[in-house]
């Protein structure tokens, strides 16, 4: 049985040799590296490029998304029990932020 990078390899050649692969966006071509690529873990360059080029953020990237979302309720908020609230849900989503990144530091994984 053959393993799953050999079965990868056959589909890759088959593919080259139909030339299903000539007509694809950057064939031939090194790949162009994103703002971040260098200061991405080098274990997590190829899957954040795919998520990206599929149009998929990776979780963190939401994360910061929330993270601005709770800064700019927590800018415009009057009600001073409700400031309270939101920092309070802003605080935990950075501690978390943090963790999550951390881990990718360390580990190149989650």
Known sequence: MPTQDEEIA???REAL??????GTKGFGKP??????????????RMPFKILKDAGVVPAEVEL???RAAL????????SEPERVVLRRRLSD???KITL??????MNGSL
């Open 17 to 22: 040799a139909s030339g299903e692969l000539a």
């Open 93 to 95: 989503l950075q501690q």
């Open 10 to 12: 056959r589909h890759l």
């Open 31 to 44: 790949l162009t590296q994103d703002a971040g690529w260098e200061a991405t873990p080098e274990a997590l």
């Open 100 to 105: 999550r990144l951390e881990s990718l530091r």
């Open 64 to 66: 910061f998304h929330e």
């Open 71 to 78: 800064t700019a309720a927590l800018d415009g908020c009057q």
